[in-house]
Every structure is written in C-alpha cells, then in structure tokens.
Nanobody, 127 residues
Framework: QVQLVESGGELVQAGGSLRLSCAASDRTFSRYVMGWFRQAPGKEREFVATISWSGGITYYADSVKGRFTISRDNAKNTVYLQMNSLEPEDTAVYYC????????????????????WGQGTQVTVSS
C-alpha cells in the first residue's frame, strides 16, 4: 500500500506561483508513474500532468501546458508540481496519484490507470 501526502496548496493571487509536493511512503516509488489531478467544486476530477518513473517523459493537459511543470526526485520519494501564472480557473483541490508500471516509458492520463491517491491539497487563486 502506497501512502501519498500532498502539501503546498494555499491562497494565491492571479499571476502568482505555487509548488505542490507529494511525498510517497513506498521505497519502490521510482517504479511508479506519478500524476497530478484536480477537482473544482461541482466538476469532475481532471487530469493535470503525469511523469514517467525515470522522469524522462512528461505530459500535460492543454489547460496547463507552458505554465505547470511536473518533476520528481526518486531519492526523496517525492513528486512536484510547479505552477506559474496561476489563474482563477486553476482553483481546485489537487491530488497526486501513483500508478504501477513495468515500463520506464509509461505515463498515464486516465484516472483509472492510477492505483493510489493522496487526500488532496487546496489551491485557491484569487482574481
């Protein structure tokens, strides 16, 4: 069982930046695809970004491309989401997720490919 704990969410003004962190409990962290999703009030959970286990492959939702950067530090069992040029539309609870894989080239954009989820961290962007 992998436990994921997100941190870094807070209230920020539009145009500002935040860095979210997600710490994993599993020592095999480096063998998981990691992803970030978000859920705004009244909306479905949506994909934000994903990263392969080596960190060599990343993929982003169109809505955040060019503004957000996903990265990971396997030595620290941590994945990050650097968010720049934040917009009120980015307001949501952000969740990190881990998906098992046997391929160093895998990355997942679908909710169902992930096996473990964190509890989420609130990001609020004021206009």
């Amino acid at each position: 069982q992998v436990q994921l704990v997100e941190s870094g969410g807070e209230l920020v003004q539009a145009g500002g930046s935040l860095r979210l962190s997600c710490a994993a409990s599993d020592r095999t962290f480096s063998r998981y695809v990691m992803g970030w999703f978000r859920q705004a009030p009244g909306k479905e959970r949506e994909f934000v970004a994903t990263i392969s286990w080596s960190g060599g492959i990343t993929y982003y939702a169109d809505s955040v491309k060019g503004r957000f950067t996903i990265s990971r530090d396997n030595a620290k069992n941590t994945v990050y989401l650097q968010m720049n040029s934040l917009e009120p539309e980015d307001t949501a609870v952000y969740y990190c997720a881990a998906g098992r894989t046997y391929s160093s080239r895998s990355y997942y954009t679908q909710y169902g490919h992930y096996d473990y989820w964190g509890q989420g961290t609130q990001v609020t962007v004021s206009s």
